[in-house]
C-alpha cells in the first residue's frame, strides 16, 4: 500500500470531523517479562490514518475552518543514535513527514505542550475516549488546560466524540489496495493449512502442525500469527478456544485447526478438519459433509444488499437438518430452529469482519436492524458442529468437533457470485484426502 493511500483516508476523516481535532495515539509497547517485549504490533486505527510502523506515536488531525487549512500532524520519536545502534532505526518527525506526506511531524516529548495550542477555539474533539485510561487523563489534562485560559478568550472543545465510530465505518468497506493485501494473506494462511495436512502423521503433537504452519507463515514472508492458533485433535476441538496444542494426535481422530496470518496489518482466518491418519471414517465423513453444505448454504446468502445474519441463517437451517438425520436431534426442522436447541451442537456465529483486526471494526447490528452487505465488506463464513462425549451421543460420533472457515468479500452488485473467497486450502473430503495422501 502507497502513502496516499494512507493520505487519503485522513483526507477523508478530516472532512468527516469539520472544525474539530482527532487525535489517535499508536499501541505502546509491552513488556512479556522484566526488560523482555511482546513482538510490538501498531494500533490498527493509527496504522489505517498513517501507515507509520514505529511505536511512540500520535497523529493529530486539525480540521480546516474559516481561518485555518485542514492539516494532520505526526509526533514520533526523535532521532537517536544511542538507542538506533541498540534498537534500530528511526525516522525522527523530519524524516516520517517528508517520507509519510504529513503537514507538520514533531518529537513525541512536545505533544503534551502542544495538544492544548491544537485544541483552542475548536468546536469538538475526537478520540477512542474509554480505550486507555492514561490518554483519557491524559486528554482531560490537555482540555484542563485550554480552560484554565478561558479569561484570556481562549475555548475549548464543547463536544467530546468518540472516534471509533467514524473509522469503523471507514473501515469496514475495503478498497483494491486493501483486497490484494489480504489476498496475499489468505493465500499464504492457504498454504500453510495445505502444509499442515500433508505432515500430519498419527503420534505427533498438536505443537507439531502448529510449527508447520508457522514455518510456512514466515517463510512465504508473512509478518506473523494473526491471532493464536488453535490446533486441537479430537474432541479438543470442542473446545472452542482452545489454544494449548500440546496433546498427542490419535489414529482415527480428526485434528481441527484455526489459523491465519498477517500481512502488512491484514489478517487472514482459516480453519480447517481434516483426518489425523489421512483418510475420514463413516461417521467422520457424515458431519463434515453437513458442515461443507452448511457453508455452501452460507455463501449463497453472503452477497450486496443481503444482511449480516442471512449466512448464519442459512447454515443454521442446514446445519439443524443436518443433526436430525444424524439422530442428534428429533423434531420439526422449524421448529428445532425457533428453539435453538442445534445450539448444544453449534455455538457460535457464522462469520465475523475481517480486516486490519482479525474481529474487525464495524456494527453488526444498530438498533433491531443488521448491517446490510455491501460490496468490499469482508466477512468469514465458518459453520462448525461440536459433538461433545455425552451418555446420549452414539459412540461413533462423541468427540468430534469441525469447523470450515474461509475468508470472502462481497462482490459489487450485479456480480452473479455474491461473494468472492478468498482461501484456498484443500477442503473438500477429496481434496483433503488427495492432499494426504500417503503413496
Ligand atoms: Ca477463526
Redesign the pocket.
Known sequence: MTHAHFLARRKRLLKAIGDGVAIVPTAPEVIRNRDAHHPYRFDSYFWYLTGFPEPEAVVVLIGGNGRTKAKSILFCREKHEEREIWDGYRYGPKAAKAAFGFDAAYSIEQLDKKLPELLVDRDALWHAIGHDAEWDARIAKALNAVRAQSRAGKRAPRAIHDLRAELDTMRLVKDGAEAAIQQRAADIASAGHARAMRACRPGMAEYELEAELTYEFRKRGADAHAYTPIVAGGANACVLHYVENNKLLNDHTLVLI?AGCEVEGYAA?I?RTFPVNGRFNAAQKDVYQIVLAAQDAAFAATAPGRHFMEAHDAAVRVLTQGLIDLKLLKGDLDNLIEKGDFRRFYMHRTGHWLGLDVHDAGEYKTGDQWTVLQPGMTV?V?PGLYIRPADDIPPALAGIGIRI?DDVRVTEFGDPRGCDIYTSAPKTVAEIEEVMRRD
Do not use: L
Request: net charge negative; aromatic share 0%; proline share 0%.
Open positions: 484455526d482466518d480453519t468469514t465458518e472457515e
